[in-house]
């Protein structure tokens, strides 16, 4: 599925999806994003998880000290270059959000928003460790996935991707509330409150579930501070 969006739902393709986006998913991306500003203060450090081709890199970098994005689609990279060349204190990468190439605890902020948790098809639970491991103690990191209310929504939207022939054709005998199915082998799931709570349970963080504009379930996760302490 990674091939998937490197090859076929990548760059202009990719743009293409928000372009054609009905009001009420564009109401969704809107929240969603504002969510996140609420998140970020002046100087934080920010990373973004999946940034395709730095669709909200501008409105983070605004608001923020410094943002990186990485995706690991060159394509969508590329595209960004090109469209964000003059924009300043953001950098755009290739590379793998379980193999990320920074140190500790080096974060304020990171995001990975638009179920990019489901999409990028990888052990949900090595993406949020490694997330963790790169956010400052007391930060916070941002999972999120659709709400169960915003299924018909979601729905439209890939049924528009289709027709514009971004998606294959989804296969409705085995397409069902919360899982979306397409001929040629490309699959959309999501991550439901129980499952957010289920992979953080055993770590070292603080996490909560909100729900955004009855569109996003968000689970906001905060590291904890480790007093260390002398033997």
């Avoid at 007391?138 to 971004?166: C, H, I, M, N, P």
């Amino acid at each position: 599925m990674i091939g998937y969006y490197n090859d076929k739902l990548s760059a202009e393709r990719l743009k293409r999806c928000y372009e054609i986006a009905p009001p009420r998913v564009r109401q969704y991306l809107k929240a969603e994003v504002n969510y996140v500003l609420r998140k970020i203060r002046p100087g934080d450090m920010v990373l973004e998880l999946g940034c395709g081709y730095g669709r909200i890199l501008s409105r983070l970098a605004q608001k923020s000290g410094w943002v990186i994005g990485i995706d690991t689609s060159l394509a969508s990279l590329l595209l960004g270059r090109g469209m964000y060349h003059i924009v300043s204190k953001f950098h755009l990468l290739n590379m793998s959000a379980v193999q990320l190439a920074f140190r500790d605890r080096i974060f304020d902020r990171v995001i990975c928003i638009q179920n990019g948790i489901s999409a990028f098809h990888v052990n949900q639970q090595d993406l949020i460790r490694e997330s963790i491991r790169v956010a400052k103690p007391g930060g916070t990191v941002l999972f999120s996935s659709y709400s169960d209310k915003f299924w018909k929504d979601r729905l439209e939207w890939f049924q528009l991707q289709s027709e514009a022939g971004l998606l294959g054709e989804i296969d409705r005998k085995k397409t069902r509330r919360g899982l979306i199915v397409c001929k040629d082998g490309f699959t959309a799931t999501t991550v439901q409150p129980h499952r957010f709570l289920s992979l953080t349970a055993e770590l070292n963080v603080d996490a909560r579930i909100v729900e955004v504009d009855e569109s996003s379930l968000f689970c906001e996760i905060i590291p904890r501070v480790t007093i260390e302490t002398d033997d």
